[in-house]
């Protein structure tokens, strides 16, 4: 079983920064992918960002692309996103998740609880 954990959020004022971090722990696993997804009252849990761990590259939702960063810290299964220049709809509760290897072509996801991020003057 993955366990994964965010760290981090809170809130902030507009214009402010944010860094969320996130682990992912369960013994000796492949990782696909670590990211974010985020989700307010009455929507759909929509992504934010991706590390990608074979082409080790991040991919950005357009509506924070510019403004989040997010980075893997090597050798640990650990992402952080910096989100700088945060706006009011930035406010979310973000969740991180793992996208774990099985055997080919399978895989499954585990997410985290959440963490809230509120972006208010």
């Known amino acids: 079983q993955v366990t994964v954990r965010e760290f981090g959020g809170g809130w902030v004022q507009p214009g402010g920064s944010v860094k969320l971090a996130c682990t992912a722990e369960g013994g000796n696993f492949s990782t696909i992918a670590m990211g974010w997804f985020r989700q307010t009252p009455g929507r759909e849990r929509e992504f934010v960002a991706r590390?990608?761990?074979?082409?080790?590259?991040?991919n950005y939702a357009n509506t924070v692309k510019d403004r989040f960063t997010i980075s893997r810290l090597n050798a640990e299964k650990t992402v952080s996103l910096q989100m700088n220049n945060l706006e009011s709809d930035d406010t979310a509760v973000y969740y991180c998740?793992?996208?774990?290897?099985?055997?080919?072509?399978?895989?499954?996801?585990?997410w985290g609880p959440g963490t809230q991020v509120t972006v208010s003057s």
């Open positions: 590390f990608r761990w074979k082409e080790n590259s991040p």
């Open positions: 998740y793992v996208d774990v290897a099985l055997e080919t072509p399978h895989s499954f996801r585990s």
